[in-house]
Each structure stands twice: as C-alpha cells, then as structure tokens.
Nanobody, 114 residues
Framework: VQLVESGGGLVQPGGSLRLSCAAS????????MSWYRQAPGKERELVAA????????NYADSVKGRFTISRDNAKNTVYLQMNSLKPEDTAVYYC????????WGQGTQVTVSS
C-alpha cells in the first residue's frame, strides 16, 4: 500500500487549496478513504472521510461547510478541497486507508498565515 499526498503550501486566510492523495497497492474502489491532520503539539484528528463509492461523506465539525472530500476511483485518487482557510487549519495533512491496519502517507504541510 502506498499513499502519496500533494497540494499543500502556504496560503493566506480566506484562501483555498486542493490536496490530492494518489493511492496504489490495493483495490482503491473497495475502501473508505480519510483525511487526517496534525497540528504542532496536538493529536492527529479526522478531518473528512468518504465511502468506497464516494456517495457518503463525513466531516469534522470544524471544517463542515468549508472542506469537501471527493474521490476518483478511475484515478485511484482522493481529494480534499479546502476553502475559507483559517490559521487554525495549519497542520500536516495525511491520507489514510484502513486495510487490516492503518496506512498513512508521508503528509503534506498546509500553512495558513498572512
């Protein structure tokens, strides 16, 4: 299993970013996919998750209405569209799949600052 995140960066408050996670090594379309984040000094937290078909999603209360998770099963990729970013969204964002055990990508840094 390999998960490779991309799309992070530095953005001003109110800005947008789209994260991507390219997956390989398993049958992507069979698995629920999730995005987590970890800010300095804090525990890793679930941000958003999508069902295997992409027809069911859930979000942390802190990002509802601002973030959208989606997936393209033909491309083995899951996305996280982040709008109206706030400084408190600053964190390393990780892609996750649970296939017998948890698998994680290397993470991508998102920094929201003016």
């Amino acid at each position: 299993v390999q998960l490779v995140e991309s799309g992070g960066g530095l953005v001003q408050p109110g800005g947008s970013l789209r994260l991507s996670c390219a997956a390989s090594g398993f049958t992507f379309s069979n698995y629920r996919m999730s995005w987590y984040r970890q800010a300095p000094g804090k525990e890793r937290e679930l941000v958003a998750a999508t069902s295997s078909a992409g027809d069911s999603t859930n979000y942390a209360d802190s990002v509802k209405g601002r973030f959208t998770i989606s997936r393209d099963n033909a491309k083995n990729t899951v996305y996280l569209q982040m709008n109206s970013l706030k400084p408190e969204d600053t964190a390393v964002y990780y892609c996750n799949v649970h296939r017998y055990v948890d698998y994680w990508g290397q993470g991508t840094q998102v920094t929201v600052s003016s």
